[in-house]
C-alpha cells in the first residue's frame, strides 16, 4: 500500500504528530512525506494533518483535500482548544462540507496542540481588563492545558492510529473484488 502523509503545520504540533505517524508506518510504502504539495501524489492512502486555526483545517491543507478525488483520506489535526468529541467531529464535518464526495474518509485523529506564547499574554492582558469574564478564564486555562500537548501519549496514540488507517484502507481492497 502506498501512503501519502501531508501536512500543515504553523506551529511545529502537527508536523510532530506526521513524525510520529510516519515512524509507526514504517513497514509501509511512503511515497510522499511533507508539507502539502502542490500536485497530489499518487498512494491508496492520504493522511492528511492540518493545525486548526479559527475552528478550520488550514487554508493549504483543506485545498489539498479538495483536490481529491475517488480516494482513500483519513485526518489528523491539534488545536489549543477544544479536547471534546463533539468538536473534533464539528470539525471534520466541516472539512468533508467542503470534499469531493468520491472521497473515503476512514477517520480523524485530533488532539490538543501547544500555541504561541503571545495568545497566553494576550489572553493575561484582556483579563487585566475585564477580570470577570469566564470566557477568557476558561480560554486560559485551555491555553495551559495545551502547553504540554502533543506529548508522548498522543503521538503513540497518533501512530496506533494510523495503522488503524491503514488497516481499514486494506480491508476496503479487498471489497473490490481481491
Known amino acids: 500500500m502506498n501512503i501519502a502523509i501531508v501536512y500543515a503545520s504553523q506551529t511545529g504540533n502537527t ?5 510520529a505517524i510516519r515512524k509507526a508506518l514504517a513497514n509501509e510504502t511512503i511515497v510522499y512525506f511533507g508539507a502539502v504539495p502542490e500536485n497530489v501524489p499518487q498512494a491508496d492512502l492520504y493522511l492528511v494533518g492540518s493545525g486548526i486555526y479559527k475552528g478550520e483545517f488550514r ?4 485545498a489539498f483535500v479538495q483536490k481529491l478525488k475517488n480516494r482513500k483520506l483519513a485526518c489528523f489535526a491539534t488545536a489549543g482548544y ?3 468529541e463533539e468538536y473534533a467531529q464539528a470539525l471534520l464535518e466541516r472539512l468533508k462540507a467542503k470534499m469531493d464526495s468520491s472521497t473515503e474518509v476512514l477517520g480523524f485523529f485530533f488532539c490538543l496542540g501547544k500555541m504561541a506564547a503571545q495568545v497566553r499574554e494576550r489572553y493575561v492582558q484582556l483579563l487585566t481588563q475585564n ?3 469566564a470566557q477568557l478564564q476558561v480560554s486560559l486555562k485551555n491555553f495551559d492545558e ?3 500537548h502533543p ?19 486494506v480491508r476496503g481492497h479487498h471489497h473490490d473484488g481481491f
Open 131 to 133: 477580570p470577570d469574564d
Open 82 to 84: 477544544g479536547g471534546s
Open 151 to 169: 506529548d508522548d501519549a498522543d503521538l503513540q496514540h497518533a501512530g496506533r492510529w494510523a495503522g488503524e488507517m491503514v488497516l481499514k484502507a
Open 146 to 148: 495545551a502547553l504540554s
Open 15 to 19: 508536523e510532530k504528530l506526521a513524525g
Open 59 to 62: 487554508e493549504d491543507a483543506a
